[in-house]
Nanobody
Framework: QVQLVESGGGLVQAGGSLRLSCAAS????????MGWYRQAPGKQRELVANIASGGGTNYADSVKGRFTISRDIAKNTVNLQMNSLKPEDTAVYYC??????????????WGQGTQVTVSS
């Protein structure tokens, strides 16, 4: 079992910043990709950003230049620095991790979600 615990959500005014953090724990052999997804009311869950073990990153077009994802491989943590927040960034943000519990034993785990609300 691999658990992901998120922190850092909250309420902020448009133009403000928030930093989300996620820590993975449990039976972990390796983590290939860690990332953040979000789901707004009435919408599908979408990728916000992810980062691979080699450092490669992907960002949704809507957050490029405003959000930055970073990762500490040794600590199994991932952070999302969100700047210049907009009301349309309001959503529940979920941490995700893909990796292996042991050789030939993959996992794909989700956090419980943290609410981010941006007021106009």
């Amino acid at each position: 079992q691999v658990q992901l615990v998120e922190s850092g959500g909250g309420l902020v005014q448009a133009g403000g910043s928030l930093r989300l953090s996620c820590a993975a724990s449990g039976s972990i052999f390796s983590i290939n990709v860690m990332g953040w997804y979000r789901q707004a009311p009435g919408k599908q869950r979408e990728l916000v950003a992810n980062i691979a073990s080699g450092g490669g990153t992907n960002y949704a077009d809507s957050v490029k230049g405003r959000f930055t994802i970073s990762r500490d491989i040794a600590k199994n943590t991932v952070n999302l620095q969100m700047n210049s927040l907009k009301p349309e960034d309001t959503a529940v943000y979920y941490c995700n991790a893909e990796g292996y519990r042991s050789y030939y034993n993959p996992f794909n785990s989700w956090g419980q979600g943290t609410q981010v609300t941006v007021s106009s």
